[in-house]
Nanobody, 123 residues
């Protein structure tokens, strides 16, 4: 049973950095495309970044080279390194796993979700 848990959220000032991690106790993440989504208060959940099973990456335009997604299949983790954080990045960040043939930006393609971790960026 895939059960993902995010960690690494917190509060930082604008310009700061955070590293989010997602781990699965079933050690099955290597089977999936892994993505990060975020949801700000009062807004729809939105795509942030995805890394395919073989390491190909895709990012939302608003990332602007500030975020880096990675995965470590040996350690069974997926990570999101966030630099140059802005107040607009404040949201709950979720990791998600997709078994689909191709990685996508569509949340409904992701079957497994973590519980979310709060990121708060102050100006």
């Amino acid at each position: 049973q895939v059960q993902m848990v995010e960690s690494g959220g917190g509060s930082v000032q604008a310009g700061g950095s955070l590293r989010l991690s997602c781990a699965d106790s079933s050690r099955a993440l290597y089977r999936f495309h892994m993505a990060w989504f975020r949801q700000a208060a009062g807004k729809e959940r939105e795509f942030v970044a995805v890394i395919s099973r073989i390491g190909a990456t895709d990012y939302a335009d608003f990332v602007k080279g500030r975020f880096t997604i990675s995965r470590d299949n040996a350690m069974n983790t997926a990570n999101l390194e966030m630099n140059g954080l802005e107040p607009e990045d404040t949201a709950v960040y979720y990791c998600a796993a997709s078994p689909r043939l191709q990685p996508t930006r569509v949340s409904s393609d992701y079957d497994y979700w973590g519980q979310g971790t709060q990121v708060t960026v102050s100006s």
